[in-house]
Structure formats: structure tokens, C-alpha cells
């Protein structure tokens, strides 16, 4: 895919049309909003031609078409057989069907009354025009993004009338209703049924509703519009529109071709949908205006942020490992400011309401269920009745949670911060945990209480964007650990206790000071997370005494320090407070805290420590750090990218057990991006033997998948690739796969992750790597040239040997072009290994890495002839591997050995030229020395003719 314009006309504008498209098709209009036409007539008609199109069935085209726009017109006659679809410029588009015979037959069933006009439902439209040649009643010239942009604005400011007064006066007669079929139920004769109708005449709301007479009917009809009337508010985030897999589409060759030596993929996907024609539409933003800079500064200074109501199009992420797990959407921040003002979403806040009163339904149900089966044990025997009350109770324990979290909200907006973005990141985070159900200050309870917000950090602080790059700046590993842990038990302020000396046992003191002070020592300890104490030095004695005197209370021999005071008292250039950094990001509720630090269904702080202890450990071993006794920036940051963003999340999300998730930031494509990739990347690495084979599909993360995790939705929303948060965890997947290299190497699902660290490698790690990956290529081949017994295979692992072996001495010359070598690298590697299994395209890109190297680097000429002779003989030897296959049909010969010897022999020849010349030259400049040495012995009166002479001489 060249990214051409001309070719394939693709602009952020038109993405986003279509993804606006796929969204408000899947949106469920309830009856009660057409009905009453609670929005503007226009957005009505629109969202319900693109959802249920009308078909006409016609000898033939008219010639005035304009009555007919969004609809389908098929022309039928003893013929010909011809559908159309209608634009909203008057215009038709001849529809493709791959079978009209199969057509006819599916209109058939659909049309028993041969109607000439109809709308065709959702599900007929896939079964009778999209699986019949793909066909989908999209309008390339209709601004649906407009469309989508009016709905949401409209909606959210007229949510009361649209929703909340309809639902009320529907839930007053269905409790009326309730009350008299009762009371019938009791006396039949109370209200008889020729008075029914009239009693209950005006109950219904809706037109279609009021006329019903039968209170059984009406009561159904109410309770399916109260149904309907929720899940257009649940619809409106549980979207499942397939809008992310759309967009990657349109991505995939970007994403698949990069490379060490590519440019940034932030920047060749931003290049590749940039808006070079006249827009479709007027009313809203593309992508790509959102992510330019003007987009960016607009967003983060108006009084008005509403980012769903742009390009952040909710919808759901699909993973094929995921079978049962938690629904994840995606959508952007449900914090807004609006007038000014922050606050929540208000659709946001019905859609928890719905959750949490669905929940309350499903517990009652489950409650009636459990007393219907335990008052059945009545009948049994004592014996019999006393373990089937046992096994009531066990399969009771997560069918009746009263207090259940069905949704995690994975807030990764700041916290801490300060500065203009961090403080209106800082204020929007306060009102997104202030979801959670609390106490506030006058008394009284808000909140949802089915809803959890855990803010962790994404940015910033510990997830500084350069700390991948720095890999000589060293930490302790036990410090690290204890930062770590203060900041994930958001520990405030220090302990520091006094004593005569120090306790033998010091597992209560973790965390905290000891000062230890008689006539004979003065000394001050940390004891650190293990029950370990360090000796901290104090520069000033007297003054730290003199401190302590002012801030301890009477006759108390515990003392808690605040940040400022331990900063000011106790550190120093040898001693920092664990914990002691600005930036954190990181909140999770103590009501939260209490359901997932629990050991024996019991919670305790010091159960709280143990357990975030035990992650803290799981992510250094997950990572291979276990036994290092120091760790580097981007270690340090890789460690706590993967406890934050895999094994804290999914500890949360197991405990819990919600019905759904989210990871958002502001738009949830970069730091939610990461969030989500890199969390359902581990999680379906770990997949069990046994679980990958009891769901089908149920496999790990494929890297089209990963690829569209990253990419996707900062294409969707902004324009463009991933942007420096991509760096961020590449570090923490060239971790993960150095720790885990042979098990992804030898499992054919999880190997394409070595490929993908290689080749999405920065720039300032390439260096590293390079000599990293040279090391392991050649200790792979030589242990498959030690066991291969294949001739073919042999070739080629002896040539992918000898081209490694070139790139590792031109390294070590200090040749430029690292990121081409490793490219070069890994691919030799790769081809060397299974030559036979090679791919055309693979074959081809390793071609294209001569001409790589001939341009940028014309000196490697031996080099760039060693990578023609391989890839000779890996085309022969897939060649032979196709004749065989075809019993000698096929029978070609590849030309490319005979020409990269010649290209081998051109640039050994030049090698053995400038060996001899560099030799020379060495000679000369002995001589050179040696003859300006008898210069300085020379009598300085000496002729200086003559010795102007010899220089010219020597000059010449």
C-alpha cells in the first residue's frame, strides 16, 4: 500500500463519516422517542433510514429519484435483475449482488405479501444485501458525522424530556397498574372487563399504547418501553458498532511494514488520512483537526468539552481470547465541562443507574430462586435438607452480592499534577471518583454504589516519556520496591518511632522510622517492605532533635511526619523517603480497597501490604528482575508500567468480577490505549493449557490485534498513530520478552512479539539491541547447523551466520546505519531458521533491504552481496519446496546467488583494496613520524633549503 491520495482517496473526514455511520446504526431508538418525536424531526428520519431503509420494487429507475433518497430500489423484469441504492444527492449506486437467485429467495420470505414498498429491518438488510455482496446502505455523500454531532448535543441537553419524564410517567402506570391487577387478581369482580378499557384508558404514554384495553397486555407493552427506553441509554456506550476493526482496516499495511528504520507510524498514519479535499462535513470536526495543534489547544482551553460528541465514538474492544470475560468498552473521559463547569456526563450517569437497577433485579430474581429451592428441601429428609442448605449457600456466594461492582471505570487521567493540562486533567479526575458511592462532607450518600473509578498513573512522574531511553542511571531494587509500595497504599505522610534501641522484631515497623536514642547512640532507621532496617545518616544530630521537640506531643513516643517534614528533617543526597515524588496519579477508594486486599474474605492493612507486596514481586519476575540488586530508569519504569497496567488491573477486575471495564484517559487512544493493549496482551499470554481449549477462539493475542489495540482508536479520534506512549511500552514488552524470549520463540502464537519488539524498536535503543539480537541470531544457527541434516537448510544457515557475522564486525567499526542492521539482523535470523516457510512477501521485503543498503550505504558493498546470495538460496529453496509440491510442474531457478556473489566479489575486492591502502597509509605515516623524529635531531642552524625541499618532496 503506497498511502498514495490519488489512490485510494482516504482522508480522516471520510473514516469518520463512516465510523458516525456504523454508531448511530446501532443506536435503539425506543418508540416512546419517535412516537412523541422527542428529537428534532430531521434527526428522526435520518437515524431511521440509515437503521431500517426502505425497499421499493420497481420494472424500472425512475428518472426523478429524489423521493427515494436512502433507500433501495430494485428493478426486476423477465431481463434483467438490477438493486439500486439511493444518495442523498438524488444520485444512484448500482449495488453488487453475487446471487440473485439466493436473493429473490431471501426477498421472498421477508415479502410474502409482495409489497411493492417496505422497510427492511437491520438483520434482513445483512441477510438479504450485505452477505450477498457486502453491500451497506451507506450514503458517501451524507455528513452523518453532522448527524452524530446534533443527536449527541441535543440529546445530552434535553436528557429530562427525552428520557428521564417519559420513564417516570411509564414506571407511575406500571406501579398503577400493578395495584389493580392485583386487587383483580383477589376479586375478579372488582373491575370487570368491559370497564377495564375505560378505567385505564389514558395510562401508556404512548399513542400506540393508550388504546389497549386488556391490563395484562397494557402492562407488558409498558414494561417492554420502559426496557426499550434503557437500552437506548445503553446503547449509546455498548455500541457495538466494529468501528475500531473498520479503521484498522484501512491501517494494516502501515502497521505490519514498520520497521526499525520507518518513520514515526504516529506520523505515516497522520500523513496517510490527512483531510487534502473538501470535507463532507460542515457542522464538525475530523479527526485530524482534533489531533492538530490547534484541535489540541481548542480542547484544552474552552468552557465547552464534550469529547463524545466529536470523534470519540464509543464502541467495544473485541479480543479473541476475551470469550467470558468482562465486556471493555472504549470510550473517551465521561468528565466534561459544560458552561464552564465540570461534572459528569449526564448520559453517562443514567447508564450506571440502568447497570445498577438491572443488577438489583437480577439479585431479587436470584433471591426468589434460592427461597423457591430451599423451601422445596422442606419436603426432604433432616439429613438430605441440611447439605443441600450447604450447597445452597456455596452456589449462592456470587449470585447474591448486594453490593456488587459491575463496572470499573480505569480512570488514567492526572491526579497530581499541576501546570494548566494537569490541573483541568487533576479537577476532572476529582469528579470521576466521586462516582463511586460516598460520604460527603455534609452527611449525606452520592454515588453509584455498582461502580468502581481507579485512578492510576499514565504520565508523568514515574511514566516520564524519556525514561525508556536512559539506561545508565541506576536505582536500588529494594528501594524501588518500597516507592512502589507507598505510592499503591497512597501512604501519607511517615511513622517514626522512638526507642531505646532497636525491636528484634521489626514486621510491624515496615514502612516506617525508628530513632534510636540513648547517652551512647543516636541513630536513625528505615525499615523497609521485608522487615529490614537500614541505617539512615543524619548530618545534624542536634537540629534533628531540636525538630523532633517541636512537632512531638507529650509523652508520646510515635511521631507521623508529613512529606514536607520527612523531606525537610530526613532526606538528604544518601537518604530520599520512599514515596516522596510529586507526581503519582494513583487512588483507589478505601471501600474498594476492602473487597480486593482481603485474605480469608477478611481485609486488614496489613493484609492490604501483603498482597500489594506479592504483585509488586509477580511484575519483577514477570519481567525477569527478580534477582537484580539494581535497576535502570527504563527497568524501573518498565516494572511499574507492568504492575499498573497488567498485575494490579487484573487482581482488581478477578476480585471484583465485573460485568464491565473501561481504561480511559481524555480519549482513551494513547494513555487508555496503552492501558488496554498491553493489560489484554499479558492476560491471554497467560492463558492456561486448559483455558485456550475450552472456548473456541479462545487463543492469545494475535498481532493484527495488538496492532489494532495501539493504532486504531488514535486513528478513529485524532488522526493519526499512537503517539510517544507507544515508546512506553515498548519498553515494557522488550522486558517481558527478554524474560520470556525461548517460551514465545518455540509457541507459533506468541512468537510474532519477538518480531514486533524488533521491529517498533526507538532509536535510541537500537544500538543495544542490535548487539543483543547478533548474540542470539548466531547461537540460534549454531545450534540448528549442530542438528540439521538438510543440505538446502544447511546453505542457508551457514550464509545467514556469515551475513551476521559481517554486521557484527561492521559494527564494531563503528559503521553507521543501526537501525538498518538490525532490521537486516533479525530478518537474516528469521529466514536462516526456516527457510522453507518463508513467505513471497517476506522474501521481497529482504530484497528490499539490499536496495536499503545501497542507497544509504554504498561502502557495505560485501554485506549487501552476502544479502542476495541468501536470499537466493532462500528463494531456490521455497522454489524446490513448491516443484516438489507439484510433482515437478513447477521448476524455477532463481537468479539472485549468481548475482550477489558478483556483488560479494566487487565489494571484496574493494575491501582487499582498502585493507592494502589503509596498510599503506599506516606505512606512510611510520615513516612520516620516523623521519620528523631525525628532523628533531637535526643541528637547527642546518641549510633550511634542503629541508624545504624534503618537505615538498614528502608533500607531492
Given at each position: 500500500m503506497s498511502g498514495s491520495k490519488e489512490e485510494i482517496k482516504l482522508t480522516s473526514d471520510k473514516l469518520h463519516n463512516k465510523n458516525c455511520f456504523s454508531y448511530l446504526r446501532h443506536v435503539k431508538l425506543p418508540r416512546a422517542v419517535i412516537d412523541l418525536k422527542l428529537l428534532p424531526e430531521n434527526v428522526i428520519n435520518s437515524i431511521s433510514s440509515l437503521q431500517e431503509p426502505q425497499f421499493n420494487v420497481m420494472s424500472?429507475?425512475?428518472?426523478?429519484?429524489?423521493?427515494?433518497?436512502?433507500?433501495?430500489?430494485?428493478?426486476?423484469?423477465?431481463?434483467?435483475?438490477?438493486?439500486?441504492?439511493?444518495?442523498?444527492?438524488?444520485?444512484?449506486?448500482?449495488?453488487?449482488?453475487?446471487?440473485?437467485?439466493?436473493?429473490?429467495?431471501?426477498?421472498?420470505?421477508?415479502?410474502?405479501?409482495?409489497?411493492?414498498?417496505?422497510?427492511?429491518?437491520?438483520?434482513?438488510?445483512?441477510?438479504?444485501?450485505?452477505?450477498?455482496?457486502?453491500?451497506?446502505?451507506?450514503d458517501s455523500s451524507y455528513p452523518y458525522a453532522d448527524l452524530y454531532t446534533e443527536f449527541f448535543d441535543y440529546l445530552e441537553d434535553n436528557i429530562k424530556n427525552i428520557f428521564d419524564k417519559p420513564r417516570a410517567a411509564l414506571l407511575l402506570d406500571r406501579e398503577r397498574l400493578a395495584v389493580y391487577l392485583e386487587?383483580?387478581?383477589?376479586?375478579?369482580?372488582?373491575?370487570?372487563?368491559?370497564?377495564?378499557?375505560?378505567?385505564?384508558?389514558?395510562?401508556?404514554?404512548?399513542?400506540?399504547?393508550k388504546p389497549i384495553g386488556d391490563l395484562k397486555e397494557k402492562a407488558k407493552r409498558i414494561e417492554d418501553e420502559i426496557d426499550a427506553l434503557d437500552e437506548f441509554i445503553f446503547s449509546l456506550y455498548a455500541n457495538d458498532n466494529h468501528i475500531l476493526e473498520d479503521t484498522f482496516g484501512n491501517i494494516r499495511e502501515i502497521t505490519l511494514k514498520q520497521n526499525p528504520s520507518s518513520s514515526s507510524i504516529e506520523k505515516s498514519i497522520s500523513n496517510y488520512v490527512s483531510d487534502k479535499e473538501t470535507p463532507i462535513n460542515k457542522k464538525s470536526h475530523s479527526p485530524a483537526y482534533e489531533?492538530?495543534?490547534?484541535?489540541?489547544?481548542?480542547?484544552?482551553?474552552?468552557?465547552?468539552?464534550?469529547?463524545?460528541?466529536?470523534?470519540?465514538?464509543?464502541?467495544?474492544?473485541?479480543?479473541?481470547?476475551?470469550?467470558?470475560?468482562?465486556?471493555?468498552?472504549?470510550?473517551?473521559?465521561?468528565?466534561?465541562r459544560h458552561e464552564g463547569k465540570v461534572r459528569i456526563s449526564p448520559l453517562f450517569?443514567?447508564?450506571?443507574?440502568?447497570?445498577?437497577?438491572?443488577?438489583?433485579?437480577?439479585?431479587?430474581?436470584?433471591?426468589?430462586?434460592?427461597?423457591?429451592?430451599?423451601?422445596?428441601?422442606?419436603?426432604?429428609?433432616?439429613?438430605?435438607?441440611?447439605?443441600?442448605?450447604?450447597?445452597?449457600?456455596?452456589?449462592?456466594?456470587?449470585?447474591?452480592?448486594?453490593?456488587?461492582?459491575?463496572?470499573?471505570?480505569?480512570?488514567?487521567?492526572?491526579?497530581?499534577?499541576?501546570?494548566?493540562?494537569?490541573?483541568?486533567?487533576?479537577?476532572?479526575?476529582?469528579?470521576?471518583?466521586?462516582?463511586?458511592?460516598?460520604?460527603?462532607?455534609?452527611?449525606?450518600?452520592?454515588?453509584?454504589?455498582?461502580?468502581?473509578?481507579?485512578?492510576?498513573?499514565?504520565?508523568?512522574?514515574?511514566?516520564?516519556?524519556?525514561?525508556?531511553?536512559?539506561?545508565?542511571?541506576?536505582?536500588?531494587?529494594k528501594n524501588v520496591i518500597e516507592d512502589f509500595l507507598r505510592i499503591a497504599q497512597e501512604s501519607k505522610g511517615y511513622d517514626l518511632h522512638l526507642r531505646n534501641k532497636l525491636p528484634e522484631d521489626l514486621t510491624q515497623f515496615q514502612g516506617s522510622y525508628i530513632y534510636c536514642s540513648d547517652d551512647k547512640i543516636k541513630t536513625l532507621?528505615?525499615?523497609?517492605?521485608?522487615?529490614?532496617?537500614?541505617?539512615?545518616?543524619?548530618?545534624?544530630?542536634?537540629?534533628?532533635?531540636?525538630?523532633?521537640?517541636?512537632?512531638?506531643?507529650?509523652?508520646?513516643?510515635?511521631?507521623?511526619?508529613?512529606?514536607?517534614?520527612?523531606?525537610?528533617?530526613?532526606?538528604?543526597?544518601?537518604?530520599?523517603?520512599?514515596?516522596?515524588?510529586?507526581?503519582?496519579?494513583?487512588?483507589?477508594?478505601?471501600?474498594?480497597r476492602r473487597k480486593i486486599f482481603k485474605d480469608g474474605g477478611k481485609y486488614t492493612h496489613e493484609t492490604e501490604a501483603k498482597v500489594l507486596k506479592g504483585l509488586l514481586d509477580e511484575s519483577f519476575k514477570a519481567l525477569g528482575y527478580s534477582e537484580k540488586t539494581e535497576l535502570t530508569e527504563a527497568e524501573r519504569q518498565a516494572v511499574w508500567f507492568h504492575f499498573v497496567k497488567y498485575q494490579l488491573p487484573n487482581h482488581i477486575i478477578e476480585s471484583l468480577n465485573p460485568k464491565s471495564i473501561?481504561?480511559?484517559?481524555?480519549?482513551?487512544?494513547?494513555?487508555?490505549?496503552?492501558?488496554?493493549?498491553?493489560?489484554?496482551l499479558v492476560k491471554s499470554f497467560n492463558l492456561t493449557d486448559s483455558e485456550q481449549k475450552k472456548e473456541v477462539g479462545n487463543k492469545p493475542m494475535s498481532r493484527e490485534e495488538f496492532e489494532e489495540a495501539l493504532h486504531a482508536a488514535p486513528t478513529m479520534v485524532k488522526g493519526r498513530g499512537m503517539n510517544h506512549h507507544r515508546k512506553l511500552i515498548w519498553n515494557a514488552v522488550d522486558a517481558y520478552v527478554n524474560a520470556h524470549y525461548n517460551d514465545l520463540k518455540n509457541n507459533s502464537d506468541k512468537a510474532w512479539l519477538i518480531e514486533w519488539r524488533d521491529y517498533n524498536c526507538p532509536h535510541e535503543r537500537v544500538e543495544s539491541l542490535l548487539k543483543q539480537r547478533l548474540g542470539e541470531g548466531l547461537v540460534e544457527i549454531e545450534e540448528h547447523l549442530r542438528t540439521e541434516q538438510n543440505s538446502p537448510k544447511i546453505k542457508a544457515l551457514t550464509q545467514g551466520k556469515m551475513i551476521l557475522e559481517e554486521i557484527d564486525q561492521q559494527t564494531k567499526l563503528g559503521v553507521s546505519g543501526r537501525r538498518v542492521?538490525?532490521?537486516?539482523?533479525?530478518?537474516?535470523?528469521?529466514?536462516?531458521?526456516?527457510?522453507?516457510?518463508?513467505?513471497?512477501?517476506?522474501?521481497?521485503?529482504?530484497?528490499?533491504?539490499?536496495?536499503?543498503?545501497?542507497?544509504?550505504?554504498?561502502?557495505?558493498?560485501?554485506?549487501?552481496?552476502?544479502?542476495?546470495?541468501?536470499?537466493?538460496?532462500?528463494?531456490?529453496?521455497?522454489?524446490?519446496a513448491l516443484s516438489m509440491a507439484s510433482f515437478g510442474k513447477i521448476d524455477i531457478k532463481s537468479d539472485l546467488t549468481s548475482r550477489g556473489w558478483a556483488t560479494f566479489n566487487t565489494g571484496w575486492d574493494l575491501s582487499a583494496r582498502k585493507t592494502?591502502?589503509?596498510?599503506?597509509?599506516?606505512?606512510?605515516?611510520?615513516?612520516?613520524?620516523?623521519g620528523n623524529q631525525k628532523d628533531d635531531q637535526k643541528d637547527p642552524n642546518e641549510d633550511s633549503t634542503l629541508s624545504g625541499a624534503n618537505s615538498n618532496v614528502e608533500c607531492s
Open positions: 424500472q429507475l425512475p428518472q426523478d429519484l429524489t423521493n427515494y433518497t436512502g433507500s433501495y430500489i430494485y428493478c426486476t423484469d423477465q431481463e434483467s435483475k438490477k438493486l439500486y441504492f439511493i444518495k442523498s444527492d438524488g444520485t444512484s449506486e448500482s449495488v453488487q449482488i453475487e446471487d440473485f437467485d439466493l436473493f429473490d429467495q431471501n426477498l421472498q420470505q421477508m415479502n410474502g405479501k409482495g409489497l411493492k414498498q417496505f422497510n427492511l429491518k437491520p438483520t434482513q438488510i445483512e441477510t438479504l444485501i450485505t452477505s450477498n455482496g457486502g453491500h451497506l446502505p451507506y386487587t383483580i387478581r383477589v376479586d375478579p369482580k372488582y373491575l370487570p372487563y368491559s370497564l377495564q378499557k375505560a378505567y385505564v384508558g389514558n395510562m401508556g404514554v404512548l399513542p400506540s399504547i489531533g492538530s495543534a490547534v484541535g489540541r489547544v481548542t480542547a484544552m482551553m474552552a468552557k465547552e468539552y464534550h469529547p463524545q460528541h466529536g470523534t470519540s465514538l464509543s464502541t467495544i474492544r473485541h479480543y479473541r481470547y476475551n470469550v467470558n470475560g468482562p465486556i471493555e468498552y472504549r470510550f473517551g473521559t465521561q468528565g466534561q450517569k443514567r447508564f450506571l443507574k440502568i447497570e445498577a437497577e438491572r443488577e438489583e433485579a437480577r439479585v431479587e430474581q436470584a433471591k426468589k430462586e434460592r427461597e423457591a429451592r430451599l423451601n422445596a428441601t422442606g419436603k426432604q429428609a433432616p439429613n438430605q435438607a441440611e447439605g443441600t442448605n450447604a450447597l445452597e449457600k456455596s452456589a449462592d456466594h456470587g449470585e447474591i452480592d448486594e453490593d456488587r461492582i459491575t463496572h470499573i471505570y480505569f480512570n488514567l487521567l492526572g491526579r497530581d499534577r499541576t501546570g494548566l493540562e494537569g490541573t483541568k486533567e487533576k479537577e476532572l479526575t476529582q469528579k470521576l471518583e466521586a462516582l463511586e458511592l460516598h460520604q460527603k462532607e455534609d452527611g449525606t450518600i452520592s454515588g453509584y454504589k455498582n461502580v468502581a473509578v481507579i485512578t492510576l498513573p499514565a504520565d508523568k512522574g514515574l511514566m516520564w516519556q524519556k525514561a525508556y531511553a536512559d539506561t545508565t542511571t541506576k536505582y536500588n531494587s532507621y528505615y525499615i523497609n517492605a521485608d522487615g529490614e532496617s537500614k541505617e539512615v545518616p543524619i548530618e545534624n544530630i542536634a537540629q534533628f532533635e531540636k525538630n523532633l521537640k517541636e512537632i512531638k506531643e507529650q509523652d508520646s513516643d510515635l511521631i507521623h511526619l508529613t512529606d514536607d517534614q520527612a523531606k525537610s528533617m530526613i532526606a538528604s543526597s544518601d537518604h530520599t523517603p520512599p514515596g516522596l515524588m510529586k507526581i503519582k496519579d494513583f487512588h483507589i477508594s478505601e471501600r474498594i473501561n481504561f480511559s484517559c481524555k480519549d482513551a487512544i494513547d494513555r487508555g490505549g496503552v492501558a488496554s493493549a498491553y493489560y489484554n542492521l538490525l532490521e537486516t539482523a533479525v530478518s537474516t535470523t528469521s529466514m536462516s531458521l526456516s527457510p522453507d516457510t518463508q513467505k513471497p512477501e517476506n522474501i521481497d521485503r529482504y530484497q528490499k533491504l539490499y536496495d536499503k543498503l545501497e542507497i544509504s550505504f554504498p561502502q557495505l558493498t560485501v554485506l549487501r552481496g552476502l544479502l542476495k546470495i541468501f536470499a537466493g538460496t532462500v528463494t531456490d529453496i521455497v522454489l524446490g592494502l591502502q589503509s596498510v599503506m597509509k599506516n606505512q606512510l605515516e611510520e615513516m612520516k613520524m620516523k
